[in-house]
């Protein structure tokens, strides 16, 4: 015997847990009806994702089997309600609702009032003595129907309606009288018959059959598509259907339908909010043809029903142990619930639920951080647009890093921090970012660029900074040589003022205010229950003071990253870098890196002073020296000018030019830079290292400092760079193991495989996950956005940038291995991460899995892994 697949279940048998196969909508009904008792939840059952799984792999046909066990829940519900589907005296009728694992809001079908033709419409019209309300159904009935299961133009019914209201003089549909409401009904018909070419189907069977498959097909529906990649949900999930007796909020009067969430949507104030209209069905509320009155004012209309909505949101809340979002529909009185899920909520409202639950004794500390969705509460740590105000949009573009900000417009990094120093407010503007900007990050309020994506680097470095911005709002146009950015006629030059609103991708012109987020009690209170329970320690990617006190500021046990280049790019040490790099001997080179010394020297002395008695890793200069030149292109433009023009620096210019052509690479990502840097010029690291001991020497308390070498593959470079810090710590007295500690970043996949001897000369490991995932996938990290990757994104060969969350699967695996062979070569090894994906919510669950010691992000997303790291312990 062949045992068939299970695929119908009634409501009564399921349960929340039952979410993969029922869906989030039938669990919960499920678990409604369990709760609530089922004279609140109108009855019926699902048909399982399963369904939609056997149906997507046979070539979207019904498994075998289904109709069977369907028509089995029909006969059930049918004795329970007692009356026959689509029967002509006293008609069933039933919604065809589908149903995700995961709420997919608005993207897939659903159909209401099935049952219903010629002549159950009268039945309906008799049984419930209400004629308006039968033709009322059956004419949406007909709407819906035809545009889901027979893709009819939802505009052709429109018009339709709007020539009914036109002739009968009102504006609302509910204002329609019966004759109307028929004729409509009439004429959706006949624009079905003509669409279709067949007549619009009486048969409540055949009816239930096409709107299942209707539904089934809807998960395949482009507009269903594209919602799963945005939002990472598998295609195979599939969508379960739940097939419920019909309740009618447009009986009348005393009927109603809404939603409402169990407190303030968007604050999280303890209050029930929420939107209702009275004599409305479905999806009236928030299709915006009439516009719904404020929940509150429903207790004056139906002040019973109001009074157990409430309570029972509050039953609801508690039973879930969060914030509930659910739709009800009160029919000639009587109150029923239709669906329940955790609402969705933004950052402040999270944090609000959170702590006042545990104040109420609804949540324990663990429960309500559980409540948070970590990855968005970086939106309470910077300014907003201010939600009242009025301005008009100039442009729109990705939303790359949040926070709102305001100030000329200027074209430059250099412009930005001469205006900066004049304590002038600007806005960088730029097609694109690149190294060479990001002094102009640090000077400017916001960043504004046309080009790339979330990914890009001015996204990147505009997070890891805390700078608001808008990047490739592509209607710009931003030219540089005008200095001008024109969109239309307008035309925005240098030194207007424009704001940027980089949590929403809003560019305006108009003087927007804005508000601070201000300390914040409650998320304080959140951040110390995070702290109590996090086995993961937090540090931060902090390469200057004013880094480093943001990072204490918001939590970091440390410095997981201070990246010594960036003390390279300042405007006073550019020359002197340029110089050392030009150096033809020894001794110039010498010289020039002794001028950078006392500066560096200085860096260290600052970032020790502000982080004093925590770990402070320092790592030593990693990237091709060419990035201290300029571009080779612009080069040699200049030094084409000057030669049109005779100009003196020409030799120097050539010079420098035959420099950057000498020192370019063509795969410069792999070539000379990190420890093989150091090993090839020595006396830099030298330089770098000689500055630390000093300023070690100089600072009261003494740091613990951790010097970090880049890019190590063999176990030789490491003993051979750890050697110069040795020699030159001894110089200062300062002892290894003791003073300080030495370690390597684990960032190329042969370093993994060799851990266990890497570990032998190190102190501490630190996986440079950004490194390690473009060597590990063969992608280049410069490319993610203009290259394939969006494509691989588009088409779902990948499901998320492995930039943006680690690869578990491969760069994951990587990782395991150095810390399973890491520990085998020192059993006490300190081990960390470093990369972008220390402040990935997703990856750092991963890194405590595989019991890394810390996570190291930029300062601004520590509260987030604070809170990731408190979830992934829990
Ligand atoms: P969505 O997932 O788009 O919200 P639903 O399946 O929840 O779709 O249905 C949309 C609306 O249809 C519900 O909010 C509710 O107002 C109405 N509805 C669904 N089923 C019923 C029913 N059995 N009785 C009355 N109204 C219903
Ligand atoms: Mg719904
Ligand atoms: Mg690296």
């Known amino acids: 015997i062949v045992t068939q697949s299970r695929y119908v279940y009634d409501f009564a048998e399921g349960s929340r847990d039952m979410r993969e196969l029922l869906g989030g909508k039938g669990a919960n009904i499920a678990e409604m009806t369990r709760v609530l008792g089922p004279e609140l939840v109108p009855a019926g059952f699902t048909i399982s994702t399963q369904a939609c799984v056997a149906f997507m792999r046979d070539d979207r046909t019904e498994p075998a089997g289904l109709a069977a066990q369907v028509a089995d829940g029909i006969a059930r519900l049918e004795s329970r309600a007692g009356r026959l589907l689509g029967d002509s005296a006293d008609p069933l009728l039933v919604s065809v609702r589908s149903g995700a694992r995961d709420s997919m809001p608005g993207m897939l079908e659903t159909i209401l009032d099935l049952g219903l033709n010629d002549e ?108 799963r990649r945005i939002n990472h949900i598998p295609d195979d999930w599939g969508t379960a259907v739940n097939v419920q007796q019909m309740v009618f909020g447009n009986r009348g009067a005393g009927s109603a339908t809404g939603v409402a969430f169990s407190r303030d949507e968007i604050t999280g104030a303890p209050d029930p909010s929420g939107d209702f209209l009275l004599d409305a069905q479905g999806e009236d509320v928030v299709s915006g043809v009439r516009t719904p009155r404020p929940l509150h004012e429903l207790a004056d209309e139906l002040p019973e029903a109001y009074a157990r909505l409430v309570k029972i949101l509050r039953t609801l809340e508690q039973h879930y142990g969060d914030m509930q979002d659910v739709e009800f529909t009160v029919e000639a009185g009587r109150l029923y619930m239709l669906q329940t899920r955790s609402a969705k909520r933004p950052a402040q409202a999270a944090v609000r639920f959170a702590v006042d639950a545990v104040d109420e004794g609804l949540l324990t500390p663990a429960r309500a951080l559980a409540t948070i969705d970590a990855g968005a509460l970086d939106a309470l740590l910077h300014p907003t647009f201010d939600p009242d105000a009025r301005f008009e949009v100039l442009a729109r573009g990705v939303a790359a890093s949040p926070g709102a900000a305001k100030g000329e417009v200027v074209f430059t990094a250099e412009e930005a921090v001469t205006a900066a120093a004049q304590g002038r407010d600007v806005i960088l503007a730029r097609p694109f970012t690149e190294a060479d900007d990001v002094a102009g990050f640090h000077a400017a309020r916001g960043i504004l660029t046309t080009e790339g994506g979330k990914a890009s680097h001015a996204a990147l470095v505009a997070r890891g900074m805390g700078r608001p911005a808008v990047v490739g709002a592509g209607e710009l146009d931003i030219d540089l040589r005008a200095r001008v950015i024109r969109i239309g006629d307008v035309v925005v030059a240098a030194g207007e003022r424009i704001a940027i609103d980089g949590g929403a991708g809003i560019v305006t012109r108009d003087d927007v205010p804005l508000v601070e987020p201000g300390r914040n009690a409650r998320f304080e209170r959140v951040l110390t229950w995070a702290d109590e329970f996090r086995r993961l320690g937090v540090r931060a990617n902090a390469d200057t003071p004013a880094d480093a006190l943001k990072a204490l500021e918001h939590g970091a046990e440390g410095i997981g990253l201070c990246r010594t280049e960036h003390m390279f790019m300042a405007a006073d040490r550019q020359p002197k870098m340029r110089a050392m790099i030009m150096a033809r001997t020894e001794a110039e080179r010498r010289a020039a890196l002794a001028e950078l010394l006392p500066l560096q020297q200085q860096d260290f002395e600052g970032l020790f002073a502000a982080m004093p008695g925590r770990p402070i890793t320092i790592r030593l200069l990693d990237p091709p020296l060419h990035e201290f030149l300029p571009d080779r292109v612009e080069l040699a433009q200049r030094v084409q000018r000057a030669r049109d023009e005779q100009a003196p620096e020409l030799p120097a210019l050539e010079q420098e030019l035959e420099l950057v052509l000498r020192l370019g690479e063509v795969n410069p990502m792999l070539g000379t830079r990190g420890c093989r840097l150091g090993i090839v010029h020595p006396e830099i690291y030298e330089m770098q290292i000689e500055a630390i001991m000093r300023a070690a020497c100089a600072s009261a308390p003494p740091p613990h400092l951790e010097i970090m070498i880049p890019l190590v593959d063999y176990d030789a470079e490491l003993v051979e760079l750890l050697d110069l810090v040795v020699e030159v710590g001894s110089r200062h007295g300062l002892t290894a193991g003791k003073d300080y500690l030495v370690g390597t970043m684990i960032e190329l996949p042969r370093a993994c495989f060799v851990a266990d001897r890497l570990a032998v000369h190190a102190d501490f490991f630190s996986f440079g996950t950004n490194d390690l995932t473009q060597t590990a996938l063969g992608f280049s990290r410069d490319d993610v956005e203009a290259g394939f990757v969006p494509s691989y994104l588009e088409r779902r060969l990948l499901d998320r940038s492995p930039f943006e969350t680690i690869d578990e699967a491969g760069v994951g695996a990587l990782v395991e291995l150095a810390v399973a062979r890491g520990r085998a070569g020192r059993a006490d090894i300190e081990l960390g991460i470093c990369g972008e994906h220390g402040g990935d919510p997703d990856s750092i669950a991963f890194f405590d899995r595989v019991g890394l010691d810390y996570v190291s992000c930029s300062p601004y997303r520590l509260p987030i892994a604070r809170v990731a790291a408190a979830q992934a312990a829990l």
């Open 120 to 227: 159950s419409v009268l039945g309906l019209a008799a049984s419930t003595g209400n004629e308006r309300l039968a033709w009322d159904s059956y004419r949406r009935f007909v709407q819906m129907f035809g545009n889901v299961v027979s893709g009819v133009p939802g505009a052709r019914f429109e018009e339709i309606l709007l020539a009914a209201r036109r002739r009968a003089g009102v504006r609302e549909d509910r204002e329609l009288g019966i004759d109307a409401l028929k004729d409509v009904t009439r004429r959706f018909r006949t624009l079905y018959e003509a669409h279709t070419g067949d007549p619009f189907p009486q048969d409540p069977q055949q009816q239930l059959r096409l709107a299942i498959a209707a539904v089934f097909d809807s998960w395949l529906g482009d507009r269903a598509v594209q919602y």
